[in-house]
């Protein structure tokens, strides 16, 4: 069969065909990073029209109570929730993802207190290693730089020592997710908590915190779960911390009650006290509109989708550039939401593509890296998108000089 065959054979069985025409994108463009910023829902631009003119301009301040706003954080954060495995009560959005990382690290050194080691895999995505570096200067704590596969040989020597671990995971470069459940497991038989970072794992992905055990989360809301530029973040908080979980901010909008306007600060029962300060409220209505798209689905079939197109990817690249070396494992349950090759012109490669209507991105060093946004694609475009990272590849057509200069955002 050839792969045109296999690309509209493999739309034409998939449940979820429908999904992609719940997004807007360009006829010409073929989008290959939704890992970075999801693509709009078709829906979400009436929903902000709605929410400026009638909300913010008619409704003003009544909105709060009104339109919902005041629950906004816990509503977005309990539709999140379901997404990762979570009960409702656990999630809720705000902030953004470093600060929500700098909130629970330091929440985390406090619901284990005495232990002084924070542990953190070298490969984090840099945010994640400036957020827990600035927590340790603060707290006084030491960090462990230790990749996962050494993890356990790291616990049986200092385990009793680890406060909590940072983890993604998925490696934002390579692509390749770690065993949670098991990585969990063995962190909570030193004692030891588990802060995972699920950025690029929300809305691709089967998360399963509760049944894992996870005792804090965070991620992004502007990446798979399409929230729109800037969208806020989300924390998880297990509900057996909840009563002794105090994040890095007492804020007004975390306490138990704020329109008291009391001076002392008392932490919100549950959740809520993960909250701190307003939120961007519009930021968080888009992400609330955008997750609509979600309503129903089950994510075992959007993972199955997201393993489907990631691996026609691969078996495309197998067959029309078979000597570009992929960094992301071929084994479905290894990988997450995307697929990274390494080329040594690999910045050049990506505006080659770009100028194609391909979108990827480049990652240092040597990495063009092209996220799968699991509702969005089809793998008709899938297979175009291959065909041309092929013939960029052998036609050369990265080495135009042109490509070579670097934007700001790579
Ligand atoms: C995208 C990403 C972030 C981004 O953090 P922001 O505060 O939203 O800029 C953090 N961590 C990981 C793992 C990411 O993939």
């Not at 049986?156 to 998925?170: F, K, N, Q, T, Y």
Request: hydrophobic share 45%; with cysteine.
């Amino acid at each position: 069969m050839s792969l045109d065959e296999r690309a509209a054979g493999l739309d034409a069985v998939d449940p979820l065909a429908g999904e992609p025409a719940k997004f807007s994108l360009p006829d010409s463009t073929i989008y290959l990073d939704g890992n970075s910023l999801g693509p709009l829902p078709r829906h979400v631009p009436a929903v902000l029209q709605n929410v400026v003119e009638q909300q913010w301009g008619h409704d003003l301040i009544t909105s709060w109570n009104r339109h919902g706003w005041w629950e906004a954080p816990r509503r977005a954060g309990d539709r999140i929730g379901r997404l990762l495995g979570g009960a409702p009560g656990q999630v809720v959005a705000g902030d953004s993802t470093s600060q929500q990382l700098f909130s629970a690290t330091v929440a985390a050194a406090r619901l284990n207190p005495g232990r002084r080691t924070v542990v953190i895999d070298p490969a984090s995505f840099p945010t994640d290693l400036y957020v827990v570096a600035s927590v340790a200067e603060l707290l006084g704590l030491e960090v462990a730089q230790v990749e996962p596969s050494h993890l356990q040989h790291f616990l049986a020597d200092r385990g009793s020592d680890v406060a909590v671990a940072v983890l993604c995971e998925v490696d934002f470069r390579t692509g390749e997710r770690l065993d949670a459940p098991a990585l969990t497991d063995a962190l909570h038989q030193s004692g030891a908590l588990v802060l995972w970072d699920l950025c690029h794992s929300a809305g691709a992905l089967v998360v399963e915190l509760d049944a894992w055990g996870a005792d804090l989360a965070v991620g992004c809301g502007y990446k798979f779960l399409n929230g729109g530029p800037g969208a806020p973040a989300w924390i998880y908080v297990a509900q057996r911390h909840q009563e002794q979980f105090r994040g890095a901010v007492a804020g007004w909008n975390g306490h138990a009650r704020p329109f008291a306007f009391e001076a002392a600060y008392e932490p919100a029962p549950g959740v809520s006290r993960a909250r701190v300060g307003t939120p961007a409220m519009l930021s968080l209505l888009s992400l609330d509109a955008a997750l609509d798209v979600y309503d129903g689905l089950d994510m075992v079939d959007v993972r199955a989708r997201s393993v489907s197109l990631t691996g026609f990817f691969l078996e495309c690249l197998a067959e029309l550039a078979p000597d570009l070396e992929p960094v992301t494992p071929r084994e479905p349950e290894r990988r997450g939401s995307q697929v990274s090759v390494r080329h040594a012109s690999a910045y050049a490669v990506v505006q080659a593509l770009l100028a194609r209507g391909v979108i990827g991105d480049f990652r240092e060093p040597d990495i063009a890296r092209f996220g799968f946004s699991p509702l969005a694609l089809t793998h008709v475009q899938v297979l175009r998108a291959a065909r041309e990272l092929a013939d960029v590849v052998a036609t050369r057509a990265y080495a135009d000089p042109a490509l070579a200069a670097r934007t700001t955002v790579t």
